[in-house]
C-alpha cells in the first residue's frame, strides 16, 4: 500500500465509513533523523481520527525513539508496528515479515515502543509466518500480546507468498482464539459478502482493508452496513440507501470522486493548475477498474499532461454514458 494510502486517500476512505485509519508505513530511521519526507507522510488531519501511525524497522531504539517524537509532535491515537510488509528491500533490513524469523528481537521491538509511549497504544500487524514450514502467527500473537500491544492485525499469507493464492481465514481465527487482545483480520476481503462471511467464520472482532480500497473507498460504508444487517455492529445514518451489491457507485460519481483526487493530491505538490499530473496517474488507474467505460479512459490518461486534460477527459467519458 506504500505510495497509495496518503492523507488525501484516506480522507475518501473516513468520508465512505472507515472507522481507523493508519498511514503509509514509515521507517524509524528518517523520522530520527527529521527528514522532511518520512515526517510529511505521517501528517494526517484532525478529521481523520482515530488514526495511527505506522513505522518499521529492525533496531529497537530506533523504533522506540520514532515512536516517542511521534508521540510528541503529532499526537496519533495509537503507534502501529508493522512485521507483515513481504517487500524484498523491508525483509533485507530484517524489518517488516522478515522480524518473523526471529521472534525473540520482535518481542524486543515492541516492548520497546511500548515503553517509550507510554500514553498511547501500541498495536502491530503481522502475516501467519516466513512461509508454509514456520506458521508462527500464534506464538508471534502471543508474544506481542505479553509486550503490551493492544490489537494486532494479522494478514492471512507468508511472507513466501507475497500476495499470491488465498488468504488463510482459518488461522486467522487461531489466532484470535488464542489472545485476549482483538484480533484484526486482513486479506482478500474485497466485498460485502465476503467481510460478513469472514467475521462469522473466524471470529475476529475487525477487519482491515488494504487493496480492496484502492480506487473504490465506497467498500466502507458497503461493508459497514452488510456488517450491521448480519448482527455485527451498527450502521451509520450516512450508511442509509447504500446498495452493497454493487461494486462501485455510479460512473459519475466515481470519476467526480477520483478528479477531486487528483486535484488535492496536485495542491500537495504545488501548482494544481499546471502541474504534470503523470507522476499521480498509477493512483488514479485503480478507480477505473469496474466502471462502465473505465478501460476507455484508463487507457486516455496516459496522455494526460494536465489537470485540465484529465477534467476533459471525465466530463467526456460521462457525457457519452
Known amino acids: 500500500?506504500?505510495?497509495?494510502?496518503?492523507?488525501?486517500?484516506?480522507?475518501?476512505?473516513?468520508?465512505?465509513?472507515?472507522?481507523?485509519?493508519?498511514?503509509?508505513?514509515?521507517?524509524?530511521?528518517?523520522?530520527?533523523?527529521?527528514?522532511?519526507?518520512?515526517?510529511?507522510?505521517?501528517?494526517?488531519?484532525?478529521?481523520?481520527?482515530?488514526?495511527?501511525?505506522?513505522?518499521?524497522?529492525?533496531?529497537?531504539?530506533?523504533?522506540?525513539?520514532?515512536?516517542?517524537?511521534?508521540?510528541?509532535?503529532?499526537?496519533?491515537?495509537?503507534?502501529?508496528?508493522?512485521?507483515?510488509?513481504?517487500?524484498?528491500?523491508?525483509?533485507?533490513?530484517?524489518?517488516?515479515?522478515?522480524?518473523?524469523?526471529?521472534?525473540?528481537?520482535?518481542?524486543?521491538?515492541?516492548?520497546?515502543?511500548?515503553?517509550?509511549?507510554?500514553?498511547?497504544?501500541?498495536?502491530?500487524?503481522?502475516?501467519?509466518?516466513?512461509?508454509?514450514?514456520?506458521?508462527?502467527?500464534?506464538?508471534?500473537?502471543?508474544?506481542?500480546?505479553?509486550?503490551g500491544v493492544r490489537v494486532l492485525a494479522v494478514h492471512g499469507r507468508t511472507r513466501a507468498q507475497g500476495y499470491s493464492g488465498e488468504a488463510d481465514w482459518e488461522k486467522i481465527g487461531e489466532v484470535a482464539r488464542a489472545v485476549k487482545i482483538p484480533v484484526v483480520g486482513n486479506g482478500d476481503v474485497r466485498d460485502a459478502e465476503t467481510a460478513v462471511r469472514r467475521v462469522r467464520e473466524s471470529g475476529v472482532a475487525g477487519l482491515m482493508?488494504?487493496?480492496?480500497?484502492?480506487?473504490?473507498?465506497?467498500?466502507?460504508?458497503?461493508?459497514?452496513?452488510?456488517?450491521?444487517?448480519?448482527?455485527f455492529g451498527d450502521a451509520r445514518e450516512s450508511d442509509a440507501g447504500t446498495d452493497f451489491s454493487a461494486e462501485k457507485p455510479p460512473r459519475a460519481v466515481v470519476f467526480s470522486a477520483m478528479l477531486r483526487y487528483a486535484e488535492e493530491l496536485a495542491r500537495t505538490r504545488g501548482d494544481a493548475g499546471s502541474e504534470n499530473v503523470r507522476w499521480l496517474l498509477a493512483r488514479l488507474h485503480p478507480f477505473t477498474c469496474g466502471v462502465p467505460g473505465g478501460k476507455a479512459v484508463r487507457a486516455r490518461l496516459s496522455s494526460c499532461d494536465s489537470l485540465d486534460d484529465l477534467r476533459r477527459l471525465l466530463e467526456e467519458s460521462v457525457s457519452a454514458a
Open 1 to 147: 500500500m506504500s505510495g497509495f494510502t496518503d492523507v488525501v486517500f484516506r480522507a475518501l476512505c473516513k468520508e465512505q465509513g472507515a472507522d481507523v485509519l493508519v498511514s503509509e508505513f514509515l521507517q524509524s530511521e528518517p523520522l530520527v533523523r527529521s527528514r522532511e519526507r518520512a515526517w510529511r507522510d505521517a501528517e494526517f488531519t484532525p478529521e481523520q481520527r482515530p488514526a495511527g501511525i505506522q513505522i518499521f524497522g529492525a533496531v529497537p531504539a530506533s523504533m522506540a525513539e520514532a515512536a516517542r517524537l511521534l508521540e510528541a509532535r503529532l499526537r496519533p491515537d495509537f503507534i502501529d508496528l508493522n512485521f507483515g510488509c513481504p517487500a524484498r528491500k523491508v525483509v533485507e533490513q530484517n524489518a517488516g515479515s522478515g522480524l518473523l524469523k526471529d521472534l525473540p528481537l520482535m518481542e524486543k521491538i515492541a516492548r520497546a515502543v511500548v515503553s517509550a509511549v507510554p500514553a498511547t497504544p501500541v498495536t502491530a500487524k503481522i502475516r501467519l509466518g516466513w512461509d508454509s514450514r514456520s506458521i508462527v502467527a500464534v506464538e508471534a500473537a502471543r508474544r506481542l500480546e505479553d509486550a
Open 209 to 231: 482493508i488494504g487493496r480492496g480500497a484502492l480506487g473504490n473507498p465506497w467498500i466502507f460504508s458497503r461493508i459497514r452496513r452488510a456488517l450491521a444487517a448480519a448482527g
